[in-house]
């Protein structure tokens, strides 16, 4: 039998992974962070905890909180692609003649539009779902309608459907932005209810209940199977399972660096702070958030998230009162010269503001160059920024280019070489590029490591099955 | 083993125990001349002795003055430079990554988020050491070749625009380079004139061009190529533009990492024929490097000198700086791949007992010293010794 030699020359001269042989206590704990594995520092913190000194367990705290906060960007990157991805998949099946009697194809397609924000196209396609539906995905079209239409500001229509006390119900209360207790008696069974509920019990302040629940929970199972053909088998995943998965991972970071926020002095408050009030603004708790920041001493912050941090309070007065051009004139400049800070700029372009500058033109051609300062951007920005520059419609294919410089060639999808938003940023790219097998094959490489992706894989398997035939050949196995 | 795992997957080597022809008896009186002027038992010294990380690839300045090892930290890996000649001196980190500034308060607590991640490897000496060119990634995916100084600043990127570039060889006179390439999809063999920056492609084709090695006059470079199912060695007159490479292998078998010998009259390499017909065993062959040989067939095999013997395909089969011979670790992992030093005109052989276990990545300086890697504990180590006490 030959030997088969590398192809590639520089994978030959690769490093190779080393053995697990990890280093005890925090010196451990931070190598594990710096090789993106999150999940493996904070269980390596917890299993040496008692050991652990007492002057380093403030910086395991925040480790451990820092952790769960690039795990949710991660997953708030990756929910958004799963939207996406989720909603073209069900546009494909729904466009074959044969599909026509499938039951869950109009719900889930319905499901999809009001994840996206496409919520007048939910509004009508969640009214017109097929009668033989169950009637558990029944109520689950008409709390999802009932917010696609909130969300159009048809309030009252929407009241009776989110005051249901089902959890589902609550949950699209608390995402219509109201205020959501956990039901009285925590589910036992039903893992999209668990879910759910865990959610809420972790905004109630609940989070060993809300733990308790997810113990165990297996993120990657269908929601909905349809074999009424026996040739195929069509798989559904609602994209409320990833909408709450991230919140989890937000509300963990904010249940970690919260006590180390509101403790003793020390270089790690200001930073908890800090993170503790992004997380809470990415849960939509905006006037906690605020606190937070404003609280937070930015002598420990360096210049980005002091320009962060100041662009993320100003931005949140402007639901009251929209700022002036002279008033986001005087913040860009203060701002933009922190390329974290100008992807946060991204963020905040909608409705009126975005005709101001610097949204009308300075933002563009600053993301445009983002990245061509001198020094090496870290993996985590490098992603944010290709996303960014997906959410705006650049061109994919050049996209890929960009971000494969900042890939490392020999280890194309390991995560101790790549940061996971970079590898995300490149699978979507990818996805919008057409080139399914690239992008499936990073996600796969994810999926190794972060639950969760069997949804997004799937999806993405069935385009590339409907658009390249070939794609068929490759179905995932679950 | 801790080492090099994706490596030895790729491959696809064997490396578990494996009865082997009889081999001389420990202690038997030496068969050559060249075999004999092996001081035994070999008074080693480990050169870098730490208790939690792993070395290997141990490279010798040509004059033998200084020794390099490439030790791993989690994904980086630094190169790392020794004097041979005292014990206990200092080593020289090098690395393709700059210095950064401060870290942020968050970095301290993150444990250092900047520090030098990258990876850094093949490190070829000038011939008047303290200079050196390396490849490296300068902790982004992007694979250049660096060059430095012993004691100077920073290394700097050789070339601006490149990229996909490794394997670098000075040539033993100092005025070239020869590497390989990758920018225009494949690796190629590429030649610059180290005292004018002019560069000019030295292969061409559609197979990967791999592991250039200069013989001793620098006027040949000898490489393997291939794909993905078979390689070959050539050998290509660097000296003569468009020159056309000799193949010095043709057979269906895989040849790996030529060698040139100290005189440069042959070449040795890996092969994965084996003449006991056993799978997954390598061996080492010695052809003429003019191309005289056989390069196929009975007549080729008729040339292995060293049968089952562990490959390393980062540093290649190890010639004595004197004679005819080469030393090398026998694939027998029962016995802790044990060092055998074979002279390929009379086929003599010696078995060099050491007491260290997993022997690896044997290199020979000009100068009579033997480098190699092997497991102390869990760890590589490199350890150092003179092959003979009157070189």
């Known amino acids: 039998m030959r030997a088969p030699l590398v192809a590639f020359f520089v994978v030959a ?34 299993a040496q905890w008692a050991s652990l000194p007492e002057k380093d367990r403030p910086t395991a705290t925040f480790l451990i909180g820092r952790a769960y906060v690039r795990e949710a960007e991660f ?15 069900l546009d494909e099946l729904a466009a074959a003649r044969a599909n026509r009697s499938v039951a869950g194809i109009p719900l889930f397609k319905g499901l999809y539009q009001a994840e996206v924000g496409r919520n007048a196209d939910a509004d009508r396609t969640l009214l017109a779902v097929p009668a033989t539906l169950s009637a558990e995905w029944k109520a689950s079209a008409r709390l999802r309608r009932a917010l696609a239409v909130h969300r159009l500001g048809r309030v009252q229509e929407a009241a009776a459907a989110l005051a249901e006390p089902a959890p589902e119900a609550r949950f699209c209360r608390l995402l219509a932005g109201g205020a959501a207790e956990p039901p009285l008696v925590a589910p036992k069974a039903g893992r999209r209810e668990k879910l759910l509920t865990a959610v809420l019990l972790y905004r109630a302040g609940r989070a060993a209940e809300a733990e308790a629940l997810l113990a165990g929970i297996n993120l990657d199972l269908p929601d909905l199977e349809d074999k009424s053909d026996p040739r195929k088998l069509l798989r559904f995943h609602d994209p409320l399972v990833t909408n709450a998965w991230e919140r989890i991972c937000w509300e963990r970071a904010v249940a970690a660096l919260m006590p180390l926020a509101a403790g003793a002095s020390g270089p790690e408050k200001g930073l908890a702070a800090f993170y503790a009030g992004l997380s809470l603004l990415r849960l939509g708790a905006s006037e906690e958030s605020v606190k937070l920041l404003q609280g937070a001493n930015a002598s420990s912050f360096g210049p980005e998230l002091q320009s962060s941090a100041r662009l993320l309070l100003a931005a949140a007065t402007w639901k009251a009162r929209a700022p002036t051009a002279a008033d986001l004139a005087a913040l860009w400049d203060g701002t933009e010269a922190q390329p974290d800070a100008v992807l946060l700029w991204d963020e905040l372009k909608r409705g009126d503001l975005a005709k101001t500058e610097p949204f009308a033109t300075k933002l563009a051609a600053r993301l445009k160059g983002l990245l061509s300062s001198g020094d090496r951007p870290p993996g985590a920005l490098v992603g944010r920024w290709g996303l960014a520059r997906l ?11 960009s971000l494969s410089e900042h890939r490392d060639k020999s280890n194309k999808n390991k995560l101790e070489w790549n940061d996971p938003l970079l590898l995300l940023a490149l699978c979507a790219a990818s996805y919008r590029d057409q080139e399914y097998p690239q992008a499936l094959e990073t996600l796969f490489e994810l999926s190794k490591t972060f639950p969760g992706l069997r949804a997004l894989q799937w999806n993405l398997q069935g385009i590339y099955a409907a658009r390249q035939k070939a794609g068929g050949e490759a179905r995932i196995s679950q | 083993m801790k080492q090099s795992g994706l490596l030895w997957a790729l491959l696809g080597l064997g490396l578990g125990p494996n009865p082997q022809a009889p081999a001389p008896q420990p202690g038997a009186a030496p068969s050559s001349k060249a075999l004999a002027m092996i001081t035994r038992p070999l008074a080693l010294r480990n050169v870098t002795a730490t208790p939690d990380q792993n070395e290997a690839n141990p490279r010798f300045s040509p004059d033998g003055r200084y020794l390099s090892f490439e030790r791993r930290s989690g994904a980086a890996q630094a190169i790392f430079v020794v004097g041979t000649e005292a014990a206990g001196g200092a080593s020289e980190r090098i690395s393709s990554q700059p210095p950064r500034g401060a870290a942020s308060a968050e970095d301290a607590l993150l444990g250092g988020a900047r520090a030098d991640d990258s990876y850094n490897a093949q490190i070829s000496f000038y011939p008047g050491a303290p200079g050196f060119i390396f490849t490296g990634n300068g902790g982004s995916g992007v694979y250049r070749l660096y060059e430095g100084k012993l004691g100077g600043g920073p290394p700097r990127a050789l070339t601006a625009q490149s990229k996909e570039d490794g394997h670098p060889a000075v040539s033993p006179d100092g005025r070239w380079l020869v590497y390989v390439s990758a920018r225009a999809g494949i690796g190629k063999l590429f030649l610059r004139d180290l005292t004018t920056s002019a ?13 250039p090695v200069w013989s001793p006059d620098s006027r040949l470079v000898a490489y393997t190529s291939g794909d993905n199912d078979n390689h070959d060695v050539f050998v290509v007159d660097a000296t003569t533009p468009q020159a056309t490479p000799r193949q010095l292998t043709t057979w269906k078998y895989d040849d790996l990492r030529p060698t040139f010998s100290p005189d440069g009259a042959l070449v040795a390499f890996y092969s994965n024929y084996s003449p006991t017909g056993e799978e997954k065993e390598w061996s080492i062959v010695a052809v003429p490097a003019d191309g005289s040989g056989p390069a196929k067939g ?19 089969p190890a010639w004595l700086p004197w004679g005819h011979a080469v030393i090398y670790a026998r694939n027998l992992k029962a016995e802790w791949n044990p060092i055998y030093a074979v002279d390929t005109e009379t086929r003599g052989e010696l078995r060099i007992e050491t007491s260290t276990r997993m022997n690896h990545d044997l290199t020979c300086s000009r100068n009579g010293l033997l480098a190699f890697r092997a497991q102390v504990a869990s760890w590589d180590d490199v350890f150092l010794a003179a092959l003979t006490r009157t070189p």
């Open chain 2, 298 to 316: 009975a007549a080729l095999a008729k040339l292995v000198v060293a049968q089952n013997v562990v490959t390393d395909p980062e540093m290649g």
């Open chain 2, 199 to 211: 560069e000019r492609q030295l292969t061409a084709g559609d197979r990967v061009d791999l592991y």
């Open chain 1, 13 to 46: 001269s690769s490093p190779c992974v080393a053995p697990a042989a990890v280093k005890p206590g925090l010196e451990g704990a931070q190598e594990l962070f710096r090789q993106n594995h999150w999940e493996e520092a904070r269980a390596h913190l917890r």
């Open chain 1, 75 to 89: 997953y708030r990157a990756a929910h958004r692609f799963a939207a996406e991805v989720g909603l073209a998949y």
């Open chain 1, 391 to 401: 959410g705006r419609g650049d061109d994919p294919g050049s996209l890929v280019d």
